[in-house]
């Protein structure tokens, strides 16, 4: 009888250390799930800031053009001088945003997240 209730109690505890492990892999690879999706939010995040300020910057620069394309005072040459003047101060602001956002989602090996 003694040799039954320790052939059961041992196979109770092996079973309960076996039930264990899976469960600590489970939560390992959720939290790996959870950093990913955080990742990915923040990324997506960041690509709403970026397209929200180059939308910003063309509202700017298209009131601008129609001011200067408005102005009856200002010679046709004058105009076009003044709009090719504003499309490559648009053009600058927008490669400054670009670049300031040019390492988003992109990790230290050089690969997509």
């Not at 063309?58 to 129609?66: I, L, P, S």
């Amino acid at each position: 009888m003694k040799k039954l209730f320790t052939l059961a109690l041992s196979l109770g505890l092996i079973s309960s250390v076996f039930a264990q492990g899976g469960h600590s892999r489970e939560v390992i690879l959720a939290q790996s799930h959870n950093k990913v999706m955080d990742q990915r939010n923040e990324v997506a995040r960041i690509e709403r800031d970026k397209a929200s300020q180059i939308q910003k910057i063309n509202r700017e620069f298209d009131m601008k053009v129609a001011q200067v394309q408005n102005n009856r005072w200002l010679k046709n040459k004058d105009k076009k001088r003044q709009i090719r003047q504003l499309e490559v101060q648009r053009k600058q602001q927008i490669d400054a945003v670009n670049q300031k956002y040019s390492h988003v989602g992109w990790n230290d090996h050089g690969k997509r997240y």
